[in-house]
């Protein structure tokens, strides 16, 4: 299994990023893929996830709103449109995988439930 994500860099607080995360060796189909964050000198937190089967989506409180996931099983890719981004926003991105739906509520467990994960894109939000 292997996760790319590309799409991070500077961005201007209120200004928009999309970030992407290209999956391969695994049946796409079967995974939901989450994105997670971790800034400076704080724990790694999830984002938002979204599932394989009918595309639900769950989101963290502090994004809500703000970002988007969606996928392309045809591209073997989801991505996460952040708009509105804020200062707090600053951290490195990281897409994870799992089989089956994504959890119903995300949280400091979330974390432990995935296996597979990629190297992660800096998203840094500045004036």
């Known amino acids: 299994v292997r996760l790319v994500e590309s799409g991070g860099g500077l961005a201007q607080p209120g200004g928009s990023l999309r970030l992407s995360c290209a999956a391969s060796?695994?049946?796409?189909?079967?995974?939901?893929i989450a994105w997670f964050r971790q800034a400076p000198g704080k724990e790694r937190e999830a984002v938002s996830c979204?599932?394989?089967?009918?595309?639900?989506?769950v989101y963290a409180d502090l994004v809500e709103g703000r970002f988007t996931i969606t996928r392309d099983n045809a591209e073997n890719t989801v991505y996460l449109q952040m708009s509105d981004l804020k200062s707090e926003d600053t951290a490195i991105y990281y897409c994870?995988?799992?089989?089956?739906?994504?959890?119903?509520?995300?949280?400091?467990?979330?974390?432990?439930?995935?296996?597979?994960w990629g190297r992660g894109t800096q998203v840094t939000v500045s004036s």
């Open positions: 994870a995988t799992d089989v089956g739906p994504c959890s119903d509520i995300l949280g400091p467990w979330t974390e432990s439930e995935y296996d597979y």
């Open positions: 979204i599932s394989s089967e009918n595309g639900r989506t």
């Open positions: 060796g695994l049946p796409f189909d079967d995974y939901n």
